[in-house]
């Protein structure tokens, strides 16, 4: 299913072509209200993540560095990362083992999170 709406603040930087762009791809442009980031509370709670997670931890030395360092985030944020409304677990669902084996650290994003595993 394709989507409808692209949700996006009254910023002068996307112009008037930034509409007609959209509406091009056969979605509805949905402009949030003056001075209300809230009203995209997914974009702005992702984004307040990235910044306190990666952000606020690291200098990206040029364009490349940051892209990457973006990527390992994502990646990171997607598979590794415990997500409360999953009690706790992540999105890949690994099995949580009870065995009292020897704790794998793996680096993840650069070192600065890690996935914990226990051994085989």
Not at 19 to 33: E, G
Not at 61 to 70: A, D, I, Q
Not at 76 to 82: C, F, G, I, L
Request: include cysteine; proline fraction near 3%.
């Amino acid at each position: 299913m394709a989507p409808q709406f692209l949700i996006f603040d009254r910023d002068a930087k996307y112009g008037l072509e930034v509409p007609v762009a959209v509406r091009s791809m056969k979605m509805s442009p949905v402009q949030a209200s003056f001075a209300s980031p809230w009203q995209n509370g997914v974009a702005e709670r992702w984004a307040e993540s990235c910044r306190r997670d990666l952000l606020d931890h690291v200098i990206a030395l040029n364009e490349h560095h940051l892209k990457r360092l973006l990527s390992e985030y994502v990646r990171y944020y997607h598979e590794d990362r415990t997500h409360l409304g999953l009690r706790k677990g992540t999105t890949d669902y690994r099995i949580r083992s009870t065995a009292s084996a020897h704790v794998l650290s793996q680096d993840r994003v650069s070192g600065l999170h890690h996935r914990y595993d226990r051994a085989a």
